[in-house]
């Protein structure tokens, strides 16, 4: 089995994970989150969109939301677990209880909504969003990235506060908002994957940095106390680990390293590393866990 990474950011790759019960298949792992008790959820664009297995066992334990997605995206799991999910094709972003009662929904299902038109013009939320994080307080940060340049602050009830972005290459603009992520200083993080960097703001749209040294495609964000996990689906595809002042800390590319197209990642609390990938069948579809060594 691949051993990756290096010091205190040492994995070995489980080919074993998960346990994927008879007659079914995981296909089309958009994205994964862990919940507080190490339930492994999985959003994935199969029959059985929220897929749920034991972090430690990889045992199945539930599952829900079928028949009720278009295009699963991403998913966050917020501190009283939570769940909010990305639904590309429906132009919505949806909040549940972890057995998946729905508790809230942004966007207006089923109807594209441009943000900003090429005069300037700004109006409502969304067009193929993308994924979503929470701030200390509640409020929502959503990558509106695919038909959209725009990032969303909503609050907690779900009342829209402030956008910001439009297309282009220079601060503050977008190719690709294909997810956002809030670290311990407060800050966020849009992975801009075709200008092939990161993005740092401040909570109110304020531009601070990008990252953009040997950035390739960066795809999704696990952020955990100073450390920021990142896949990214450029080539070669890989997961990179920063300091928070972007310093890489190690990196792994490559199929040879057991990714093939990792597209979301989240940790457990003993610090294992859980990648959805959404490649194709049989290369790259599929679950992946990395053991913490």
Known sequence: MAIVGEGDFRYELDETWPNIPEGWELSLCSDVAVDSRDRVYVFNRGIHSVAI?????????????????REPHGIFIGPDDSVYLTDRQAHVITKHTPEGELLMELGTRDYAMVTVDNRGNHGEPFCQPSGVALNAEGKLFCSDGYGNYRVHRFAADGTLELSWGMPGTG???????????????????????????????DQDGGFIEEWNDDVRGPGDFYIKDDVIFMVEQGAPTGVTIFDLDGKII?????????????????????????????????HGQRMRKYNKI
């Not at 034991?54 to 997605?69: I, P, R």
């Not at 601060?171 to 801009?192: K, T």
């Not at 093939?260 to 294992?272: F, L, Q, R, T, V």
């Open 171 to 201: 601060p503050g603009e977008f190719a690709l908002l294909h997810q956002v992520a809030i670290d311990s200083r407060g800050r966020v993080l849009i992975a801009d994957r075709e200008n092939q960097r990161v993005q740092i703001f």
């Open 250 to 282: 190690t990196r792994w590319r490559g199929a040879e390293n057991g990714t093939e197209a990792p597209h979301g990642i989240w940790a457990d609390s003993k610090g294992n590393l859980f990648i959805a990938e959404i490649g194709q069948p049989g």
């Open 53 to 69: 297995f034991d972090a430690d066992s990889g045992d199945f334990l539930s599952s829900w939301g079928e028949g009720n997605f």
